[in-house]
């Protein structure tokens, strides 16, 4: 708990990591949580990839312009699923475009492309 205080905040959402298992004194289920993340931690901890469906907005200037500042080593990759009337692929980004998926980021990226156009993925 303590390790954990400064995470611990009216109306906000929290991850909890932990095991479950039997307690035999109140004859019922006992729930230890080993790691306690906000939201953003759990995103950036949990999230496999972030895909960005860039169907005829594809601005590489704009979509480096976006990303820079949430650039992290070790973060998240970027997936980019690019479609038009004739073609279709998609590319990962390369390890120096790695992002922190927080809010700011996925909701500029929405802001740019479509809520649809922005995916966080998990495995």
């Known amino acids: 708990f303590d390790a954990h205080r400064n995470k611990l905040k009216v109306d906000e959402p929290l991850i909890i990591e932990g ?4 307690d035999d004194f109140r004859d019922g289920l006992r729930i ?3 790691n306690l ?16 469906s860039m169907n005829g907005q594809a601005d590489a200037r ?3 312009e976006l990303l820079t500042p ?3 080593e070790g973060g998240c ?8 009337g004739e073609a279709q ?4 980004l390369g390890e120096g475009t790695r992002v922190r998926p927080d809010d700011d980021l996925l909701q500029t990226l929405q802001d740019w492309l479509s809520p649809a156009g922005v995916e ?4």
Do not use: D, G
């Open 70 to 72: 949430f650039r992290m």
């Open 37 to 52: 993340y906000t939201l953003p931690e759990a995103r950036t901890r949990f999230a496999r990839q972030l895909r960005l």
């Open 77 to 84: 990759p970027v997936r980019i699923a690019y479609r038009n």
């Open 32 to 34: 230890v949580a080993e």
């Open 19 to 22: 095991k479950v298992s039997k």
């Open 120 to 123: 966080l993925q998990y495995n």
């Open 62 to 64: 704009k979509l480096q």
């Open 89 to 92: 692929c998609e590319l990962i």
